[in-house]
Protein backbone atom coordinates (compact mmCIF):
# COMPACT_ATOMS: atom_id res chain seq x y z
CA UNK A 1 0.00 0.00 0.00
CA UNK A 2 0.94 3.61 -0.75
CA UNK A 3 -0.18 7.04 -0.67
CA UNK A 4 2.26 8.77 -3.49
CA UNK A 5 -1.09 8.99 -5.78
CA UNK A 6 -1.37 12.15 -6.79
CA UNK A 7 2.04 14.80 -7.94
CA UNK A 8 4.76 13.36 -6.85
CA UNK A 9 6.98 16.04 -5.46
CA UNK A 10 10.88 16.62 -6.94
CA UNK A 11 13.32 17.88 -3.30
CA UNK A 12 16.27 18.00 -4.84
CA UNK A 13 18.56 20.89 -4.88
CA UNK A 14 18.23 21.15 -8.39
CA UNK A 15 16.45 21.40 -10.88
CA UNK A 16 13.91 23.27 -8.75
CA UNK A 17 10.21 23.03 -9.25
CA UNK A 18 9.26 25.35 -12.02
CA UNK A 19 6.05 27.91 -11.45
CA UNK A 20 3.43 27.24 -13.21
CA UNK A 21 3.72 30.65 -15.22
CA UNK A 22 7.69 30.29 -15.83
CA UNK A 23 6.43 27.35 -17.35
CA UNK A 24 3.56 28.81 -19.73
CA UNK A 25 6.13 31.60 -20.95
CA UNK A 26 7.34 29.07 -22.60
CA UNK A 27 4.31 27.69 -24.57
CA UNK A 28 4.53 30.14 -27.18
CA UNK A 29 6.35 30.01 -31.69
CA UNK A 30 9.68 31.19 -32.11
CA UNK A 31 10.08 34.86 -32.40
CA UNK A 32 12.92 36.61 -35.11
CA UNK A 33 16.36 35.89 -33.28
CA UNK A 34 17.80 39.15 -35.73
CA UNK A 35 15.07 42.17 -33.97
CA UNK A 36 11.72 43.13 -32.69
CA UNK A 37 10.66 41.93 -29.08
CA UNK A 38 13.64 39.60 -28.53
CA UNK A 39 16.15 42.16 -28.36
CA UNK A 40 13.93 43.40 -25.41
CA UNK A 41 13.72 39.93 -23.72
CA UNK A 42 17.48 39.63 -23.71
CA UNK A 43 17.51 43.64 -22.54
CA UNK A 44 15.30 42.54 -19.59
CA UNK A 45 17.04 39.47 -18.71
CA UNK A 46 20.46 40.94 -18.54
CA UNK A 47 18.79 43.86 -16.53
CA UNK A 48 17.38 41.04 -14.53
CA UNK A 49 20.97 39.31 -13.89
CA UNK A 50 22.62 42.67 -13.06
CA UNK A 51 19.52 43.02 -10.46
CA UNK A 52 20.14 39.47 -8.59
CA UNK A 53 23.90 39.76 -8.76
CA UNK A 54 23.62 43.33 -7.46
CA UNK A 55 26.20 44.55 -9.92
CA UNK A 56 26.94 47.26 -12.36
CA UNK A 57 29.11 44.78 -14.15
CA UNK A 58 28.43 43.08 -17.11
CA UNK A 59 26.51 40.13 -17.59
CA UNK A 60 26.89 37.53 -20.06
CA UNK A 61 24.20 34.50 -20.96
CA UNK A 62 25.25 31.08 -22.22
CA UNK A 63 23.38 27.89 -23.44
CA UNK A 64 24.85 25.85 -20.92
CA UNK A 65 24.72 24.64 -17.43
CA UNK A 66 27.03 25.94 -14.66
CA UNK A 67 29.86 23.63 -15.32
CA UNK A 68 30.20 25.82 -18.80
CA UNK A 69 29.73 28.92 -17.07
CA UNK A 70 32.88 27.68 -14.76
CA UNK A 71 34.99 27.43 -18.11
CA UNK A 72 33.76 30.51 -19.28
CA UNK A 73 34.60 32.30 -16.38
CA UNK A 74 38.17 30.19 -16.58
CA UNK A 75 39.06 30.85 -20.19
CA UNK A 76 37.58 34.74 -20.38
CA UNK A 77 40.21 35.76 -18.07
CA UNK A 78 43.06 33.62 -17.50
CA UNK A 79 46.01 32.25 -19.61
CA UNK A 80 47.39 28.98 -19.85
CA UNK A 81 50.19 27.89 -16.92
CA UNK A 82 48.52 30.86 -14.64
CA UNK A 83 48.27 29.74 -10.76
CA UNK A 84 44.62 29.68 -9.49
CA UNK A 85 43.48 28.93 -5.59
CA UNK A 86 41.17 26.64 -5.46
CA UNK A 87 39.35 27.18 -1.73
CA UNK A 88 37.67 23.60 -0.86
CA UNK A 89 34.52 23.40 1.27
CA UNK A 90 32.77 20.41 -0.50
CA UNK A 91 32.69 18.94 -4.05
CA UNK A 92 32.20 21.70 -6.15
CA UNK A 93 35.07 24.19 -6.00
CA UNK A 94 37.58 21.24 -6.49
CA UNK A 95 35.39 20.82 -9.39
CA UNK A 96 35.83 23.91 -10.85
CA UNK A 97 39.34 23.76 -10.14
CA UNK A 98 39.57 20.54 -11.86
CA UNK A 99 38.10 21.93 -14.97
CA UNK A 100 40.94 24.93 -14.46
CA UNK A 101 43.41 21.52 -14.44
CA UNK A 102 42.50 20.63 -17.90
CA UNK A 103 42.17 23.86 -19.03
CA UNK A 104 46.42 24.09 -18.34
CA UNK A 105 46.01 26.09 -15.12
CA UNK A 106 48.08 25.78 -12.36
CA UNK A 107 45.85 24.62 -9.80
CA UNK A 108 46.71 24.49 -5.89
CA UNK A 109 43.60 23.54 -3.66
CA UNK A 110 43.50 25.25 -0.55
CA UNK A 111 42.37 22.47 1.93
CA UNK A 112 39.29 22.33 3.60
CA UNK A 113 36.46 20.31 5.48
CA UNK A 114 33.81 18.51 4.19
CA UNK A 115 32.09 19.57 7.19
CA UNK A 116 32.69 23.23 7.81
CA UNK A 117 32.94 26.73 5.94
CA UNK A 118 36.38 27.72 4.55
CA UNK A 119 38.57 29.49 6.90
CA UNK A 120 39.26 33.18 6.12
CA UNK A 121 42.71 33.01 7.96
CA UNK A 122 43.61 30.08 6.04
CA UNK A 123 43.29 32.29 2.78
CA UNK A 124 45.01 35.27 4.40
CA UNK A 125 47.74 33.09 5.73
CA UNK A 126 48.39 31.28 1.72
CA UNK A 127 47.70 34.51 -0.14
CA UNK A 128 50.68 36.39 2.00
CA UNK A 129 53.29 33.74 0.99
CA UNK A 130 52.77 34.23 -2.40
CA UNK A 131 55.69 36.38 -2.65
CA UNK A 132 56.11 36.45 -6.34
CA UNK A 133 52.14 37.24 -6.90
CA UNK A 134 51.89 33.71 -9.06
CA UNK A 135 48.30 33.29 -8.01
CA UNK A 136 46.07 35.30 -10.44
CA UNK A 137 42.85 33.67 -9.12
CA UNK A 138 40.81 32.62 -5.75
CA UNK A 139 38.12 30.17 -6.99
CA UNK A 140 35.28 30.08 -4.13
CA UNK A 141 31.21 28.94 -3.98
CA UNK A 142 28.90 30.62 -1.91
CA UNK A 143 27.22 27.63 -1.07
CA UNK A 144 28.56 23.66 -2.01
CA UNK A 145 25.15 22.19 -2.81
CA UNK A 146 26.92 18.80 -1.88
CA UNK A 147 28.10 19.39 1.56
CA UNK A 148 25.41 22.57 2.15
CA UNK A 149 27.85 24.58 3.96
CA UNK A 150 27.46 28.38 3.20
CA UNK A 151 30.88 30.57 2.73
CA UNK A 152 31.29 34.08 4.31
CA UNK A 153 32.31 35.65 1.17
CA UNK A 154 32.38 39.16 2.64
CA UNK A 155 35.12 38.04 4.74
CA UNK A 156 37.12 35.58 2.19
CA UNK A 157 37.58 39.26 0.20
CA UNK A 158 38.87 40.81 3.60
CA UNK A 159 41.41 38.17 3.56
CA UNK A 160 42.68 38.39 0.13
CA UNK A 161 42.79 42.49 0.97
CA UNK A 162 44.40 42.20 4.20
CA UNK A 163 47.02 39.75 2.67
CA UNK A 164 47.36 42.74 -0.43
CA UNK A 165 46.62 40.54 -3.06
CA UNK A 166 45.45 41.19 -6.35
CA UNK A 167 44.25 38.12 -7.54
CA UNK A 168 40.66 37.78 -9.39
CA UNK A 169 38.21 36.89 -7.33
CA UNK A 170 35.36 34.62 -8.41
CA UNK A 171 32.51 33.23 -6.24
CA UNK A 172 30.17 30.65 -7.57
CA UNK A 173 26.51 31.71 -6.82
CA UNK A 174 24.60 28.39 -8.61
CA UNK A 175 22.98 27.05 -5.19
CA UNK A 176 23.02 30.31 -3.90
CA UNK A 177 21.49 33.37 -6.22
CA UNK A 178 18.04 34.64 -5.07
CA UNK A 179 17.92 32.36 -2.36
CA UNK A 180 20.09 34.37 0.36
CA UNK A 181 22.36 37.90 -0.22
CA UNK A 182 24.45 38.43 -2.69
CA UNK A 183 26.53 42.03 -3.24
CA UNK A 184 29.11 41.47 -5.78
CA UNK A 185 29.86 45.21 -5.86
CA UNK A 186 29.05 46.24 -2.17
CA UNK A 187 31.66 42.64 -1.91
CA UNK A 188 34.19 43.52 -4.02
CA UNK A 189 33.65 40.39 -6.46
CA UNK A 190 35.63 40.24 -9.64
CA UNK A 191 33.38 37.62 -10.99
CA UNK A 192 30.09 35.54 -10.31
CA UNK A 193 28.68 32.76 -12.14
CA UNK A 194 25.09 31.29 -11.86
CA UNK A 195 22.98 28.65 -13.10
CA UNK A 196 19.36 28.70 -14.17
CA UNK A 197 17.58 25.42 -12.70
CA UNK A 198 17.81 26.76 -8.29
CA UNK A 199 17.02 29.92 -6.79
CA UNK A 200 15.99 31.41 -10.66
CA UNK A 201 12.97 29.31 -10.71
CA UNK A 202 13.80 28.09 -14.68
CA UNK A 203 14.49 24.54 -16.45
CA UNK A 204 18.00 23.79 -16.55
CA UNK A 205 19.98 24.87 -19.69
CA UNK A 206 21.14 28.41 -19.12
CA UNK A 207 24.06 29.44 -17.09
CA UNK A 208 25.13 33.31 -15.85
CA UNK A 209 28.35 35.38 -15.65
CA UNK A 210 28.64 38.57 -14.23
CA UNK A 211 31.63 40.12 -15.32
CA UNK A 212 33.72 43.27 -13.37
CA UNK A 213 36.41 45.89 -14.18
CA UNK A 214 38.72 43.76 -13.03
CA UNK A 215 37.89 40.20 -14.99
CA UNK A 216 37.08 42.02 -17.52
CA UNK A 217 40.65 43.90 -18.09
CA UNK A 218 41.87 40.41 -17.19
CA UNK A 219 39.79 39.74 -20.44
CA UNK A 220 41.82 41.82 -22.84
CA UNK A 221 45.05 39.74 -22.13
CA UNK A 222 43.72 36.06 -21.80
CA UNK A 223 45.42 33.55 -23.29
CA UNK A 224 42.27 30.87 -23.24
CA UNK A 225 39.80 32.55 -25.47
CA UNK A 226 37.63 30.18 -27.23
CA UNK A 227 34.98 31.20 -29.80
CA UNK A 228 32.12 30.09 -28.35
CA UNK A 229 32.70 31.50 -24.39
CA UNK A 230 34.58 34.75 -25.89
CA UNK A 231 33.23 38.01 -24.38
CA UNK A 232 34.39 40.16 -26.85
CA UNK A 233 32.69 38.32 -29.35
CA UNK A 234 29.47 38.42 -27.33
CA UNK A 235 30.06 42.21 -26.90
CA UNK A 236 29.22 42.28 -30.48
CA UNK A 237 26.42 44.65 -32.42
CA UNK A 238 24.64 41.86 -33.66
CA UNK A 239 21.69 40.18 -31.40
CA UNK A 240 22.85 36.77 -32.12
CA UNK A 241 26.55 36.76 -30.92
CA UNK A 242 24.95 37.57 -27.27
CA UNK A 243 24.36 33.74 -27.82
CA UNK A 244 27.12 33.15 -30.18
CA UNK A 245 24.50 31.28 -32.49
CA UNK A 246 20.60 31.31 -32.07
CA UNK A 247 19.23 32.55 -28.80
CA UNK A 248 17.46 29.60 -26.24
CA UNK A 249 14.26 31.57 -27.31
CA UNK A 250 12.24 29.72 -24.75
CA UNK A 251 14.42 29.58 -22.42
CA UNK A 252 14.69 33.08 -22.09
CA UNK A 253 11.04 32.94 -22.21
CA UNK A 254 11.20 31.35 -19.04
CA UNK A 255 13.88 33.43 -17.17
CA UNK A 256 11.95 36.90 -17.81
CA UNK A 257 8.74 35.61 -16.25
CA UNK A 258 10.53 34.32 -13.31
CA UNK A 259 12.35 37.64 -12.72
CA UNK A 260 8.88 39.24 -13.15
CA UNK A 261 7.74 36.46 -9.88
CA UNK A 262 11.03 37.00 -8.51
CA UNK A 263 10.89 41.38 -8.39
CA UNK A 264 7.28 40.97 -7.62
CA UNK A 265 7.36 39.42 -4.78
CA UNK A 266 11.05 41.67 -3.70
CA UNK A 267 14.76 40.06 -3.30
CA UNK A 268 14.66 41.07 0.34
CA UNK A 269 11.76 39.11 0.97
CA UNK A 270 12.23 36.15 -0.94
CA UNK A 271 16.21 35.73 1.20
CA UNK A 272 13.36 35.73 4.06
CA UNK A 273 11.50 33.50 2.77
CA UNK A 274 14.12 31.30 2.20
CA UNK A 275 15.70 31.82 5.83
CA UNK A 276 11.99 31.03 7.17
CA UNK A 277 12.01 27.50 5.29
CA UNK A 278 15.59 26.79 6.26
CA UNK A 279 15.14 27.09 9.55
CA UNK A 280 12.35 25.06 9.91
CA UNK A 281 14.05 22.27 7.95
CA UNK A 282 16.82 22.40 11.04
CA UNK A 283 14.51 22.83 13.78
CA UNK A 284 12.84 19.51 12.49
CA UNK A 285 16.65 17.96 12.24
CA UNK A 286 17.66 19.25 15.27
CA UNK A 287 14.81 17.22 17.12
CA UNK A 288 15.37 13.94 15.10
CA UNK A 289 18.93 14.00 15.65
CA UNK A 290 18.47 13.37 19.59
CA UNK A 291 17.63 9.76 18.56
CA UNK A 292 21.71 9.33 17.30
CA UNK A 293 21.13 7.93 14.03
CA UNK A 294 20.91 11.03 11.85
CA UNK A 295 23.25 14.03 12.25
CA UNK A 296 23.54 17.87 9.94
CA UNK A 297 26.46 17.65 8.29
CA UNK A 298 27.64 20.99 8.74
CA UNK A 299 29.09 21.57 12.52
CA UNK A 300 28.38 24.87 13.13
CA UNK A 301 24.97 26.12 13.14
CA UNK A 302 26.29 29.25 11.51
CA UNK A 303 27.47 27.78 8.60
CA UNK A 304 24.42 25.74 7.52
CA UNK A 305 22.80 26.95 4.14
CA UNK A 306 19.37 28.32 3.63
CA UNK A 307 19.13 26.93 0.01
CA UNK A 308 20.03 23.17 0.99
CA UNK A 309 20.65 20.91 4.02
CA UNK A 310 22.65 17.83 4.34
CA UNK A 311 21.98 15.04 6.75
CA UNK A 312 24.73 12.28 7.45
CA UNK A 313 23.50 8.68 8.57
CA UNK A 314 25.18 6.91 11.17
CA UNK A 315 27.73 4.72 10.30
CA UNK A 316 25.70 1.35 10.15
CA UNK A 317 22.87 3.07 8.58
CA UNK A 318 22.33 2.85 4.50
CA UNK A 319 19.97 5.52 3.76
CA UNK A 320 19.24 3.91 0.45
CA UNK A 321 15.92 2.59 2.41
CA UNK A 322 14.47 6.08 3.39
CA UNK A 323 15.35 7.25 0.26
CA UNK A 324 13.08 4.68 -1.70
CA UNK A 325 10.54 4.57 1.39
CA UNK A 326 10.08 8.77 0.77
CA UNK A 327 9.61 8.09 -3.23
CA UNK A 328 7.86 4.77 -3.72
CA UNK A 329 5.38 5.28 -0.90
CA UNK A 330 4.86 9.13 -0.30
CA UNK A 331 6.46 10.75 -3.45
CA UNK A 332 8.54 12.24 -2.48
CA UNK A 333 12.18 12.52 -4.30
CA UNK A 334 15.05 14.13 -1.80
CA UNK A 335 18.32 14.26 -2.64
CA UNK A 336 20.82 11.81 -2.34
CA UNK A 337 24.23 11.94 -0.82
CA UNK A 338 27.02 12.77 -3.28
CA UNK A 339 30.35 13.35 -3.12
CA UNK A 340 32.14 12.03 0.27
CA UNK A 341 28.21 12.01 1.23
CA UNK A 342 27.58 9.05 -1.20
CA UNK A 343 25.73 6.59 0.14
CA UNK A 344 26.28 8.28 4.24
CA UNK A 345 23.45 10.82 3.83
CA UNK A 346 20.85 12.78 1.84
CA UNK A 347 19.89 15.94 1.83
CA UNK A 348 16.42 18.32 2.00
CA UNK A 349 16.32 21.00 -1.14
CA UNK A 350 14.51 24.58 0.74
CA UNK A 351 15.24 26.87 -2.63
CA UNK A 352 13.52 28.51 -5.62
CA UNK A 353 10.10 27.69 -5.85
CA UNK A 354 9.00 26.78 -2.64
CA UNK A 355 6.70 27.39 0.34
CA UNK A 356 5.66 26.43 3.74
CA UNK A 357 3.03 23.29 2.52
CA UNK A 358 6.07 21.99 0.50
CA UNK A 359 8.37 22.24 2.98
CA UNK A 360 6.03 20.78 6.06
CA UNK A 361 4.53 17.93 3.24
CA UNK A 362 8.35 16.97 3.09
CA UNK A 363 9.27 16.95 6.84
CA UNK A 364 5.89 14.94 7.40
CA UNK A 365 6.94 12.57 5.01
CA UNK A 366 10.52 12.23 6.23
CA UNK A 367 9.34 11.66 9.93
CA UNK A 368 6.77 9.48 8.33
CA UNK A 369 9.68 7.43 6.73
CA UNK A 370 11.65 7.34 10.63
CA UNK A 371 8.61 5.51 12.18
CA UNK A 372 7.89 3.75 9.35
CA UNK A 373 11.26 2.16 9.05
CA UNK A 374 11.96 1.53 12.38
CA UNK A 375 14.92 4.80 12.48
CA UNK A 376 15.72 5.97 16.08
CA UNK A 377 14.87 9.65 16.07
CA UNK A 378 13.52 12.49 18.39
CA UNK A 379 9.97 12.65 18.32
CA UNK A 380 8.14 15.90 16.89
CA UNK A 381 10.76 17.22 13.99
CA UNK A 382 7.69 17.97 12.01
CA UNK A 383 5.76 19.56 15.04
CA UNK A 384 8.96 20.96 15.64
CA UNK A 385 9.61 23.06 13.33
CA UNK A 386 5.32 23.59 12.41
CA UNK A 387 5.08 25.24 15.68
CA UNK A 388 8.36 27.58 15.19
CA UNK A 389 7.22 28.42 11.62
CA UNK A 390 3.89 29.46 13.34
CA UNK A 391 5.24 31.38 16.22
CA UNK A 392 7.88 33.56 14.01
CA UNK A 393 5.07 34.21 10.56
CA UNK A 394 3.00 35.53 14.01
CA UNK A 395 4.53 38.49 14.46
Not at 116 to 145: M, S
Request: glycine share 10%; charged share 20%; with cysteine.
Amino acid sequence: MTVRQGREFLNIPGPTTVPDEVLNAMHRQPIDIYGGPLLEVTERCREGLKKVFRTAGRPYIYVANGHGAWEAALSNTLTKGDKVLVLASGLFAPAWGEMARMLGLDVEILPGDWRRAVDPGAVEERLRADKPAEIKAVLVVQVDTASAVVNDIPAIRKAIDAAGHDALFMVDTIASLATMPFDMDGWQVDLAVAGSQKGLMTPPGLSFIAAGEPALAAHRSAGLRTSYWDWTFRDGEVHYQKYCGTPPEHLLFALEKAFELLFREGLEAAFERHRLLAEAVRRAVSVWAEGGAIEFNIIEPGQRSNSVTAILMAEDRDPAPLLKFCEEKCGVVLGIGIGALNGKGFRIAHMGHINAPMILGVLGVIETTLIALDIPHGAGGAGAAVEWLGRELSV
